[in-house]
């Protein structure tokens, strides 16, 4: 290895990549990349392996308690990263992982736009398959705010309250088993909805949720205050 080649791998890619992935996130407390690969193939724009440890990272309101990431094959714009463009995937990569959220960081995501009107959605799939007439016109009318996200073994509870016209408060809750029906599809089950409109409560025997091709889980596991999920996701460009 040359003086050279060293200063720009070290002064260059390691940085480079640190200032994206936080560019990525509203922040993080404690963020580690490792880069594995000979020269040449670095400086060519190829990183055989990269790994990614962040602890408490927050993505878009999202509040990710522990994540560790590993990658390969991955090809970037060098070239243009040592004349100070910002650093870019040039090709879709597979991400393998471990993921820990915990309870108090998943209650603190629900006031994050992305997560409160997913879960909104969510609601409104699962009172039509309950037979709940136009169920979204109603939520769209009576706003959530969902509030309180409970773990516990093989449970997930998540409960809000729904605000009428005259601003009257009424719970809301989903309270279901998830488990794994496929490695890119969820599924809840047991499911019970508490929610005002048209009835009290409503119960499904189950329903899947579809991730996407490109999601692949190997584990997920809810524990008393925390949920861990592991598998891997492909990044495109």
């Known amino acids: 290895m040359t003086i050279k080649q ?5 002064t260059v890619l390691s940085p480079a990549c640190g200032v994206w992935l936080r560019s990525q996130v509203e922040q ?15 400086l060519g724009g190829y990183i055989p392996h990269i790994s990614i440890i962040a602890d408490h990272a927050v993505y878009q309101g999202l509040h990710l308690s522990k994540i560790n990431l590993s990658a390969e094959n991955i090809r970037i714009n ?11 995937l040039l090709e879709p990569i ?4 471990q993921m820990l959220l915990e309870e ?9 736009p992305l997560l409160s009107n997913a879960l909104t959605e969510l609601l409104g799939t699962l009172l039509t398959s309950a037979g709940i007439n136009q169920p979204n016109e109603l939520l769209k ?12 073994n093989n449970q997930l509870t998540i409960a809000g309250v729904l605000a009428n016209k005259s ?27 508490d929610t005002p409109l048209e009835s009290a409560s409503r119960n499904l025997d189950s329903f899947e949720l579809d991730l996407g091709s490109e999601v692949d889980i190997e584990e997920l596991k809810i524990m008393p205050g925390q949920l861990v999920c592991r598998g891997s996701i492909n990044v495109i460009p």
């Not at 601003?167 to 890119?184: F, Y």
Request: hydrophobic share 40%; proline share 6%.
């Open 28 to 42: 993080v407390k404690e963020l580690q990349v490792k880069i594995s690969g000979g020269d040449r193939q670095i």
């Open 78 to 88: 060098l070239s243009q990263v040592i004349k100070g463009k910002p650093l870019r």
């Open 167 to 193: 601003d009257n408060l009424t719970p809301v809750a989903i309270r279901t088993g998830l488990e794994l029906a496929s490695s890119h599809v969820l599924r809840l089950a047991p499911l019970h909805i």
């Open 6 to 10: 060293s200063r720009i791998i070290s």
């Open 141 to 152: 009318d009576n706003p959530i705010k969902w509030q309180q996200v409970t773990l516990d």
């Open 104 to 112: 108090t960081d998943l209650k603190a995501s629900l006031a994050s």
């Open 94 to 97: 597979p991400v393998t992982g």
